[in-house]
């Protein structure tokens, strides 16, 4: 049986040349190293080109510097499914409230629409927990879009 350079009996070895051995394997192509890519891993979409975090040091003082808009589901009969738009000014706590029957883009314009006429100030910027269907229509107003990060499990 024919040994290899370093096999033999058991010996005492450092972290070191255990790194040295492992080195000299690869560099003769002998040992590659794997995939990291797990082909199961969850793909994270493309960032988003307007919405953007919060900032630390963004803090609002006057009505109307952010408002937080939300959607929850409204089932009244069974088969019937609402959408319920809230948006609540963070300083002065004044809201405006809508309901549609999807919570598609087009509703999230309409919805921006009647909280932009509804408010009795100037809206600065929106605050969303992760609704995409805010961005275009934020974009087009001129507004500032902050998104909330995703809950963590």
Known sequence: MR?????????QVS??????ILREIKDRGLLWEPDLR???????APRRPYAVRKPRDYLPVA???LVQ???????????QLYKHF?????????????VYHRATAQAAASFLDTLL???????RAIQVDGGSEFEAACQQRGLQLFVLPPPLP
């Open 117 to 123: 006429e509804r408010m009795p100030f100037p809206v």
């Open 38 to 44: 797990d082909p199961w891993a969850v793909k994270w």
């Open 69 to 79: 808009v939300d959607t929850a589901d409204i089932r009244l009969l069974p088969g």
């Open 63 to 65: 009505p109307g510097d």
């Open 3 to 11: 040994r290899g350079r370093y096999e033999g009996p058991m010996q």
């Open 15 to 20: 972290t070191s040349m255990v790194g040295r």
């Open 86 to 98: 809230t948006g609540r000014d963070v300083v002065s706590r004044c809201d405006v409230l809508d």
